[in-house]
């Protein structure tokens, strides 16, 4: 069965790291404060200030995947929303 879920993401410049989510690791455990991998087809549109909408494998599972980007006032990159479906 397939289930949705969602994570906030703020960026350091470098990386995407997740502050807030629903997603388990592969051992079960709350994915918070991991990091969205550079080779994440949706980390290289985040950098860029765009949404991706995708297929993507995050801890072991295959997901339909989108991600939107956060900025301040001033258009810097602060963050990241996730949804996707699993399963």
């Known amino acids: 069965m397939a289930s949705q879920e969602s994570t906030?993401?703020?960026y350091d410049g470098e990386d995407?790291?997740?502050?807030?989510?629903?997603?388990?690791?592969?051992?079960?455990?709350?994915?918070?404060?991991?990091k969205l991998d550079h080779d994440n087809p949706g980390y290289?549109?985040?950098?860029?200030?765009?949404s991706y909408?995708?297929?993507?494998?995050?801890?072991?599972k295959q997901c339909d995947a989108n991600y939107a980007p956060l900025t301040d006032d001033s258009g810097k990159l602060?963050?990241?929303?996730?949804?996707?479906?699993?399963?």
Do not use: C, Y
Not at 20 to 33: C, I, M, Q, R, S
Not at 44 to 50: D, I
Not at 78 to 87: I, K, P, R, S
């Open 8 to 10: 906030i993401f703020t």
């Open 16 to 34: 995407f790291v997740r502050t807030h989510t629903t997603l388990l690791t592969e051992d079960g455990k709350p994915a918070v404060n991991t």
């Open 44 to 50: 290289k549109a985040l950098t860029g200030k765009r």
């Open 53 to 60: 909408s995708g297929q993507v494998t995050l801890f072991g």
């Open 78 to 87: 602060t963050g990241a929303l996730m949804v996707l479906l699993v399963g």
